[in-house]
């Protein structure tokens, strides 16, 4: 999607529709600047909706009209609700329906009348619409045809029109890098488990990194993983015969600094639940379990793409959870690399076990000022919280709140869940230190606290985004299957830490020995 500016209506290029947003009035909907411009007969079959009431420009409304005085051959009107009540949000909702909209007419030019308001900045308004129109704007048509490839079209050119839209393109540039990044966690999300393998997942990691010389990577293998002590994660993997990766990938956008974050994402790139096979309407859209993986890496290449002045490691312990002779077995225990031993009741809960090495290595080998997890890790947060806010778990009240102002920012919505000391009583085991699964009652809870025995003293939060990252139908400007989730709320939280330290002294910056 190719974005462009023009100062005003008269000095606009012809397209396939002119996109005129309204705010919702007390009596009647208000357009949100002056259209004098427009002819009068134009300006006629504009109100004709309106004096019919069909149109009220509540958030996210649409409506096409048609008029030959005009370069453009319709007109869609797009509702945005109450201009006092406005937010990011809606206007990502809004601009994503006018896309929507778009697609049905198949059309691939489009014109808008930006909107400004005393409400919200310009590059507010910017940010939020960039991102509706471009997230509504993706498909995945890897795997169809040419002939239903080419029935599915998409917007390739927006062009935006105001006294702000030149000033604003810069805005507009930065949310691209951003949605870049969720588009990349999408696609390889989307992928068929066969083709997005560990292995697949290691040689992206080196592609982003080659695009980028500040971004340096590092993949191991699994005689790697033994040496290191991951048992965890070799049990899980075992089953494959697929060698399973243990991906870093490390941004130092500020060398200066000791503060560091490590993002850890779950990478199992299928998962049939082991021995414990998942049934038909589970098994089918496992290819996803690696959505926390995806994620982590296009929130790294988001960072690396806007520069920003912090440190970042990803980190990725990627495997397939197969069935099979070798695969590992109910009652069975494993050491992981933290030395504690595990029993297996479930080889359906091994997402957990993954990231238990993979978080207690991060800790103790990068020995980060905070480290973040994203993993669809329980189908009982899905029960929980459906498909509209991910699980969040945290052992530090300070870096919990702020990663909630960024899912609020954003609207990659999170809800805090406790981690309570009880929890871990139901954990233990006969045989080893503790198990890796305890029923179903508090199943996603019982699941992060499991997670928590892993991290000696770092600041760290986990979130559960198994209902988030992969949906069964199209949601407001998000697609059916993969969306990403987790990117955008990961940018904003270090676009906003980077900021704050900006404003400390850099003496205050150094972790203290």
């Given amino acids: 999607m190719h974005f462009n500016s023009a100062p005003s209506l008269e000095k606009r290029d012809s397209s396939d529709v002119l996109i005129l947003p309204f ?15 427009l002819s009068a007969k134009v300006q006629a079959s504009l109100q004709a909706p309106i004096h019919a009431k069909d149109f009220t420009a509540k958030e996210g409304e649409c409506i096409f009209t048609y008029g ?6 319709r007109i869609l009107l797009l509702g945005l609700g109450d201009q006092q009540n406005i937010t990011q949000e809606g206007l990502r909702r809004s601009f994503g329906q006018a896309v929507r909209a778009c697609h049905q007419k198949k059309v691939t030019r489009v014109n808008i009348l930006f909107p400004v308001t005393e409400y919200l900045s310009n590059e507010h308004v910017a940010r939020a619409i960039a991102e509706g129109l471009i997230s509504a704007n993706y498909s995945f048509n890897a795997y169809k045809s040419q002939t239903l490839n080419e029935a599915t079209s998409h917007i390739q050119e927006i062009t935006f029109i105001g006294d702000e839209a030149f000033f604003i393109l810069e805005h507009i540039k930065h949310a691209q890098k951003i949605m870049k990044g969720v588009f990349l966690a999408r696609d390889l999300t989307n992928g068929n488990a066969d083709f997005i393998t560990p292995e697949y997942l290691a040689e992206t990691a080196k592609k982003i990194a080659k695009a980028t010389p500040r971004l340096k990577v590092e993949v191991h293998d699994e005689a790697w993983i033994k040496k290191e002590g991951m048992g965890l994660f070799l049990a899980v993997a075992q089953g494959s015969k697929k060698e399973p990766k243990f991906i870093v990938m490390k941004w130092r956008g500020d060398p200066t600094s000791s503060d560091h974050t490590v993002i850890v994402g779950k990478g199992i790139t299928f998962d049939t639940g082991g021995l414990l096979l998942k049934p038909l309407g589970s098994i089918e859209n496992q290819r996803a379990d690696m959505a926390g993986a995806a994620s982590a890496m296009g929130t790294i290449q988001a960072i690396s793409e806007l520069e920003l002045a912090i440190n970042v490691t990803v980190v990725i312990a990627a495997c397939e959870n197969a069935i099979g002779s070798d695969a590992y077995k109910p009652g069975d225990v494993f050491k992981s690399y933290l030395g504690k031993t595990v029993e297996i009741l479930s080889t359906d ?24 997890d994203l993993a669809t890790l329980t189908y009982a947060m899905i029960v929980t919280l459906g ?127």
Avoid: C
């Fill in 23 to 37: 705010w919702k009035g007390k009596k009647v909907p208000t357009p949100v600047t002056e259209l004098s411009h």
């Fill in 387 to 513: 498909s509209e806010a991910a699980g969040l778990m945290s052992n530090s009240e300070s870096l919990a709140q702020e990663l909630l102002q960024a899912a609020h920012r954003t609207h990659e919505r999170a809800h805090l869940f406790p981690l309570y000391e009880e929890y871990k009583d139901v954990l233990k085991s006969d045989i080893a230190d503790m198990k890796n699964w305890a029923g179903r009652e508090a199943g996603a809870l019982v699941a992060g606290t499991f997670l928590n025995q892993f991290i000696e003293k770092t600041p760290w939060a986990h979130f559960d985004i198994a209902g988030v990252a992969f949906l069964k139908e199209m949601k407001r400007y998000n697609p059916k299957l993969a969306t990403g989730f987790g990117v955008r709320l990961l940018v904003d939280f270090f676009e906003h830490l980077s900021e704050k330290r900006e404003e400390l002294p850099k003496a205050s910056l150094k972790r203290k020995k």
């Fill in 68 to 73: 030959d005085e005009i370069a453009e051959p």
């Fill in 349 to 372: 809960a091994e997402g957990r076990l993954t990231l238990a090495d993979a978080l207690a290595w991060s800790e103790k080998e990068l020995k980060p000022s905070r480290i973040i």
